[in-house]
């Protein structure tokens, strides 16, 4: 006797499966007689055990239809599970199909149901009250279905596994198995086999586990120019709540970016190592020098059988700027510290940089009109206690009013918004930044600008947004001034980022918005990628958020937030429960939307004592 005709049996004895199969609370001991003894016809279950199983976890099941179809939401894939996998089965896991011949269609669980095999009303207080005496279903009594979410065909090609779109369905009946080797895994979700490592292949949390050795399979971001530019320079944005391990994430991210035999080319045909430059508020980062005194031989054989780079990166410098009576303090880490000062000259290209509060266009116009008028005088050493001297100047006040040139009231809310600057930013006692580039950036170089010591805020974002700009200013030009910054492979992380990359109506907003969206959109032609941290993604200006090619989402509680990461709904809404390290990949351009869950150790030294 088949499967399939010991599964379409009643427990009534009929082979049907009709009405007359259902046994309400008077017949449940009908099967009993007066004397305690089984009654000679009693149904007797038959051992589906003995009958045989098979490899793979059920079949595809037609009863509801198998269609495969263009149109979103058309296509219709369940798969029948036995009993003995039915505990096993969870949303999320990886499937094969076989057709006929060498293909096999790769596909996610994406829905589990159990249903009656047999019609009747089990939402009774009668039916209730035995199911709670007893130990358990017969699970032969229920249908267990598993909804299959298509992705792609597997074929052979000249000794390679490749993927192509579904493009036919697979028969009825087919065994379906769980998917349990690496390349069928890693090509069914076009995965990399190399790259820049981000963590483990993970549902609901635990790692996807498969025959090979190691188990795990590795997730890693394209960073060859086989398939195009690495996707450093397309640009990464990591979002997650406080607590999430978003900070953990990126400093093992940012380590491999760092890594001693990573090379890019750049438009000279020379191969650099990449030069990282992280804004670092919360002052962590700088941490990455030093080894992680929690990781023990284990983890470091683990590391090194992955391919990862570890441990301290020697090449690490915190460039701490001087802002007024400011003093840093750093026994948490043992990096270099070399100080600066953000120069005055650095506002003639960036009028937007010494105003306190917004500026409409008349304003910023006017504050243009005055800079260049100043630095015509001053020359590049002008500093900004002598441009407040200028413009104190009734004199040029009168001139420009009465020649129409610059309202007298627009004057004065120029010269407001200049004085209203936090003290102490401009021109301080250290080298500036200028002087410094050389050191500042360098290929293989870690340089971290932490700005934790800095009280406030507008002196905070004035730091940032100088240094950053200077930076994409350099890479975008066609006659750079610093060849050291356009000749090198360059990663700007800015933690925060949603502090300095904010959407606002003002002139400086839409000036700094369209400077790093057009960064970000010559990233890949001039080596620059922008490297995003945030716990408030929604507040990224869109222009910005448009041009982020791969997406990292950890822990995030706010609805607005997640949102706003436009990742897939299947994943959306398991954000808010994830926990520490696990995180979602949203990249197109690298594979198929997938969880993952992150190494549980910092590759280097993380958090305070």
């Not at 509801?64 to 949303?91: F, H, K, P, W």
């Not at 095999?117 to 209730?128: C, K, P, Y």
């Not at 997730?219 to 979002?239: C, E, Q, S, W």
């Amino acid at each position: 006797m088949s499967d399939q005709d010991l599964g379409d049996f009643s427990p009534s004895g009929t082979a049907d499966g009709r009405a007359e199969t259902h046994h309400d609370a008077a017949d449940a001991d009908a099967n009993t007689d007066a004397d305690g003894g089984e009654d000679a016809d009693a149904f007797t279950r038959p051992d589906l055990d003995s009958a045989g199983g098979g490899d793979g976890i059920g079949v595809l099941a037609v009863s509801q239809g198998l269609r495969i179809s263009e149109e979103e939401g058309e296509t219709t894939m369940r798969a029948y599970v036995t009993a003995e996998n039915r505990s096993d089965i969870r949303i999320g896991k990886y499937v094969l199909a076989d057709y006929p011949g060498p293909e096999s269609l790769f596909c996610r669980i994406k829905g589990l149901e159990y249903a009656q095999r047999f019609h009747g009303d089990d939402a009774n207080e009668i039916h209730a009250r035995r199911a709670m005496r007893s130990d358990g279903i017969e699970e032969d009594d229920y249908r267990f279905l598993a909804d299959l979410d298509p992705l792609a065909v597997l074929y052979p090609d000249d000794g390679d596994l490749k993927r192509r779109m579904p493009d036919r369905v697979p028969k009825p009946e087919t065994v379906v198995e769980e998917a349990t080797e690496t390349e069928q895994i890693k090509t069914g979700l076009k995965i990399p086999e190399d790259g820049v490592f981000l963590g483990h292949l993970s549902v609901g949390g635990e790692k996807v586990r498969t025959a090979a050795r190691p188990p795990t399979i590795d997730y890693r971001v394209k960073d060859d120019y086989r398939d195009g530019d690495p996707l450093a320079f397309r640009h990464t944005l990591i979002a997650g709540g406080t607590g999430s391990g978003k900070t953990h994430t990126s400093k093992n991210v940012l380590r491999q970016y760092l890594h001693e035999e990573r090379r890019y080319e750049m438009a000279d045909g020379a191969e650099r190592r990449m030069a990282v430059v992280q804004f670092d508020p919360q002052d962590e980062y700088a941490q990455m020098h030093d080894d992680n005194p929690a990781a023990d031989r284990e983890d470091a054989r683990r590391w090194e059988a992955d391919g990862l780079a570890h441990g301290g990166h020697d090449d690490t410098v915190a460039f701490v700027p001087k802002v007024g009576d400011a003093t840093y303090a750093a026994s948490h880490h043992h990096a270099e510290q070399r100080a600066f000062t953000v120069p005055f000259s650095m506002v003639r290209s960036r009028p937007w940089l010494v105003a306190s509060s917004d500026l409409n266009d008349n304003q910023y116009s006017a504050l243009t009109l005055l800079l260049k008028r100043f630095f015509r005088q001053y020359g590049n050493e002008g500093t900004y206690a002598e441009f407040t001297s200028f413009l104190d100047d009734p004199a040029l006040k009168e001139e420009l009013d009465e020649s129409g040139r610059v309202h007298e009231a627009t004057y004065e809310a120029v010269m407001r918004r200049v004085l209203g600057m936090p003290s102490g930013v401009f021109d301080q006692d250290a080298p500036p930044i200028t002087d410094l580039v050389h050191e500042f950036v360098r290929p293989g170089g870690l340089s971290v600008v932490p700005t934790y010591h800095v009280n406030d805020t507008r002196a905070t974002e004035t730091v940032v947004l100088a240094l950053a700009s200077l930076l994409v200013d350099q890479k975008l030009s066609n006659d750079p001034d610093f060849d050291r910054i356009k000749e090198t492979p360059l990663l700007v992380g800015m933690d925060e980022a949603h502090n300095f990359l904010a959407d606002a109506d003002s002139v400086q907003a839409k000036n700094v918005i369209g400077k790093f969206t057009e960064a970000a959109k010559q990233g890949r032609k001039e080596r620059l990628g922008l490297f995003l941290i945030t716990q408030d993604p929604q507040d990224i200006a869109d222009p910005v958020f448009k041009q982020v090619n791969t997406t990292v989402v950890l822990n995030l509680g706010d609805e607005d937030a997640i949102k706003s990461v436009n990742i897939p709904s299947n994943l959306e809404g398991k954000v808010p429960y994830m926990e520490t390290g696990q995180m979602v990949v949203y990249s197109p351009d690298n594979s198929e939307p997938v969880e993952i869950v992150g190494l549980p150790t910092c590759l280097t030294r993380h958090g305070r004592d």
